[in-house]
């Protein structure tokens, strides 16, 4: 039963990333569905597991979808260097097939912000800084990314940049980012 479950919910992430990958217009309920699938597929498998399996798949067929589900799961166990080498992966493959404009799909967005959230892992705020910002340049309504480098620019004593990327990230629906706005920006 776990296996039907595991093979419906990756059949629905391949469905996912054919129709939405290319197009860059469609909203922020749609990077967040990305990013929530590929956090339930790797919850269902385990992430040791979601290793291994994607690590088969890569030495088959190197592809950016296998590089992310590794990353994510590397990046769960706290294997921080190993995630940002495979989003690097899958950003590299992602640029390859879908171009080097702005036009490379909002899913591509994610691999620079789970790098971001590796890189805040290491304590490498700068490298986090320049990862959401590459995020936040594919895809320019992300609160998610706003609110992450809003943090890291805080810690960076980037205050007024950090508190208007937090003011962002709440205009775009992140509520949590008011929260940090009371903690950092109202004094």
């Known amino acids: 039963m776990k296996i039907k479950k595991i093979l419906f919910v990756y059949m629905y992430f391949i469905s996912f990333n054919f129709c939405f990958g290319q197009n860059n217009e469609i909203g922020n309920s749609t990077y967040k569905s990305f990013r929530r699938l ?5 919850e269902a498998e385990g992430p040791l597991e ?5 690590t088969d798949k890569i ?3 190197p592809n ?10 590397k990046l769960k166990l706290q294997d921080y260097r190993g995630a940002i080498i495979d989003f690097a992966k899958a950003i590299e493959i992602c640029k390859k097939e879908k171009g080097k404009s702005n036009s490379i799909g909002q899913h591509c967005n994610n691999y620079y912000y789970y790098s ?5 892992g290491l304590e490498d705020y700068f490298g986090a ?6 995020a936040i340049f594919y895809n320019t309504n992300d609160d998610e990314a706003y609110f992450q480098r809003g943090i890291v620019r805080i810690k960076l004593k980037e205050l007024n940049e950090g508190c208007l990327d937090l003011s962002k990230a709440g205009e775009l629906g992140n509520s949590q980012a008011y929260v ?3 903690n950092y920006c109202a004094k």
């Open 38 to 42: 590929q956090t339930t597929i790797i």
């Open 180 to 182: 940090q706005i009371k």
């Open 59 to 61: 030495n088959v067929d």
């Open 116 to 120: 971001g959230l590796a890189r805040i």
């Open 64 to 73: 950016e979808t296998s590089y992310s589900f590794r990353g994510l799961a």
């Open 50 to 54: 979601t290793i291994k399996i994607e």
């Open 129 to 134: 800084k320049s990862d959401f910002n590459l």
